[in-house]
């Protein structure tokens, strides 16, 4: 028997999270919930070749097409059997808590991609403990996961840092390239702006740079069980000094290229771990590599290097999808990363 699944949020990384259901043997889509017009009350099958992404169906799935994308989750939620939850609808977790408490109500173990829902303890204390308190009442499980953060900021970390007998400074930098993406990240970067529009924005918080960044830090100090005083967080424009252009936004040189975030942790005035995510249009423009960067110094030291960076989209979507039979076996009640086994890709099919 598959597992079957509901997603919730058919936008770019939800579209993927279907795309590789369907590659999946032991995957079964039995809902679709979104609640934008043009896709609402369409078939998904539908929805994904308007968007060019749909591609060949595996012939188990080939039925899953037609399911109806839902605008009325109570529709689904509670009505139609289903295990798991991947919800992809937003960044913050007031935003995605009324969605993730109605789906624990319908006894679904939930899966989010939403940045602050890799450990919703830190910004939303109370909103996280009624997560917890929901997820133990119904016997099913929470979690929040993702490229960055879910994992090569924080779970990547982690794990390398089992090999070291002790360890005085973690640095990291994922450094990446954000052309593909379209006009809302460029403006919540800050992308196509002045100098002087980047600082107002920052005030007025237009601009916010990476969405994550506390909850990355404090994952890793709490899996090595550092007890943090502060973590502190910057933003600061990349200022260009060549011409670059996306389809959705042009810079020319004194324009922002993009946003240089960086967040610390500090014990006792000494900076402890040092994240770093400069993201900007274009870096090959100036002879910039993305990668993804760790240094442990430590005993030993260990260096990590991904060059390119681990894809952004691929990568959100594979860890969503491939979290279900983790969390399908985990304890109830609201988990992070560091509270799994090590994630890996993993197939599991139930007998009839
Ligand atoms: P998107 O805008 O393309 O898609 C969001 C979809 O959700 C849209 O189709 C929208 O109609 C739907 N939606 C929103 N609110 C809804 C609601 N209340 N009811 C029903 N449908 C609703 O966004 P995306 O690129 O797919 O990303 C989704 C979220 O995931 C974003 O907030 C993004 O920042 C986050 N994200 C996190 C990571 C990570 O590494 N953790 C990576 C990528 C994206």
């Given at each position: 028997?598959?597992?079957?699944?509901?997603?919730?949020?058919?936008?770019?990384?939800?579209?993927?999270?279907?795309?590789?259901i369907?590659?999946?043997?032991?995957?079964?889509?039995?809902g679709?919930?979104?609640?934008?017009?043009?896709?609402?009350?369409?078939?998904?099958?539908?929805?994904?070749?308007?968007?060019?992404?749909?591609?060949?169906?595996?012939?188990?799935?080939?039925?899953?097409?037609?399911?109806?994308?839902?605008?009325?989750?109570?529709?689904?939620?509670?009505?139609?059997?289903?295990?798991?939850?991947?919800?992809?609808?937003?960044?913050?977790?007031?935003?995605?808590?009324?969605?993730?408490?109605?789906?624990?109500?319908?006894?679904?173990?939930?899966?989010t991609?939403?940045?602050e829902?890799?450990?919703?303890?830190?910004?939303?204390?109370?909103?996280?403990?009624?997560?917890?308190?929901?997820?133990?009442?119904?016997?099913?499980?929470?979690?929040?996961?993702?490229?960055?953060?879910?994992?090569?900021?924080?779970?990547?970390?982690?794990?390398?840092?089992?090999?070291?007998?002790?360890?005085?400074?973690?640095?990291?930098?994922?450094?990446?390239?954000?052309?593909?993406?379209?006009?809302?990240?460029?403006?919540?970067?800050?992308?196509?702006?002045?100098?002087?529009?980047?600082?107002?924005?920052l005030?007025?918080?237009?601009?916010?740079?990476?969405?994550?960044?506390?909850?990355?830090?404090?994952?890793?100090?709490?899996?090595?069980?550092?007890?943090?005083?502060?973590?502190?967080?910057?933003?600061?424009?990349?200022?260009?000094?060549?011409?670059?252009?996306?389809?959705?936004?042009?810079?020319?040189?004194?324009?922002?290229?993009?946003?240089?975030?960086?967040?610390?942790g500090?014990?006792?005035?000494?900076?402890?771990?040092?994240?770093?995510?400069?993201?900007?249009?274009?870096?090959?423009?100036?002879?910039?590599?993305?990668g993804?960067y760790i240094?442990?110094?430590?005993?030993?030291?260990?260096?990590?290097?991904?060059?390119?960076?681990?894809?952004?989209g691929?990568?959100?979507?594979?860890?969503?999808?491939?979290?279900?039979?983790?969390?399908?076996?985990?304890?109830?009640?609201?988990?992070?990363?560091?509270?799994?086994?090590?994630?890996?890709?993993?197939?599991?099919?139930?007998?009839?």
């Amino acid at each position: 028997m598959r597992n079957k699944v509901i997603l919730w949020g058919l936008g770019a990384m939800g579209s993927g999270m279907v795309s590789a259901i369907w590659k999946r043997p032991d995957l079964e889509l039995v809902g679709v919930i979104d609640n934008d017009p043009k896709k609402a009350g369409q078939e998904v099958g539908k929805v994904l070749a308007l968007s060019g992404i749909i591609d060949t169906i595996n012939k188990e799935h080939l039925k899953e097409q037609y399911i109806k994308v839902s605008a009325e989750p109570g529709e689904l939620l509670g009505k139609v059997q289903a295990g798991v939850l991947l919800l992809a609808t937003g960044s913050f977790t007031r935003q995605v808590f009324p969605q993730i408490k109605q789906a624990l109500e319908a006894g679904l173990n939930v899966i989010t991609i939403a940045e602050e829902m890799a450990a919703p303890m830190v910004q939303e204390p109370e909103l996280g403990g009624e997560m917890d308190r929901l997820a133990k009442k119904h016997g099913v499980s929470v979690i929040g996961t993702g490229i960055n953060p879910g994992f090569v900021l924080d779970t990547l970390i982690i794990a390398l840092t089992a090999p070291c007998m002790e360890i005085k400074k973690i640095r990291a930098a994922r450094i990446n390239d954000l052309s593909p993406f379209g006009p809302t990240v460029m403006a919540t970067q800050g992308v196509g702006s002045t100098p002087e529009e980047f600082a107002s924005g920052l005030k007025s918080g237009t601009i916010v740079g990476h969405v994550g960044f506390p909850e990355s830090v404090h994952l890793i100090a709490e899996a090595l069980g550092w007890k943090l005083d502060e973590i502190r967080q910057e933003r600061e424009p990349i200022i260009s000094k060549t011409s670059r252009q996306t389809p959705c936004v042009r810079v020319e040189p004194g324009m922002v290229a993009g946003c240089r975030h960086t967040a610390v942790g500090l014990i006792q005035g000494r900076t402890v771990i040092e994240l770093e995510h400069p993201q900007q249009i274009h870096p090959e423009a100036e002879g910039i590599e993305t990668g993804d960067y760790i240094w442990i110094e430590g005993t030993p030291n260990i260096n990590l290097a991904i060059k390119p960076e681990i894809p952004g989209g691929t990568g959100t979507i594979a860890m969503a999808v491939n979290l279900i039979p983790h969390v399908l076996e985990a304890r109830p009640g609201l988990l992070t990363m560091k509270d799994l086994p090590v994630p890996c890709l993993r197939y599991i099919r139930h007998e009839t």
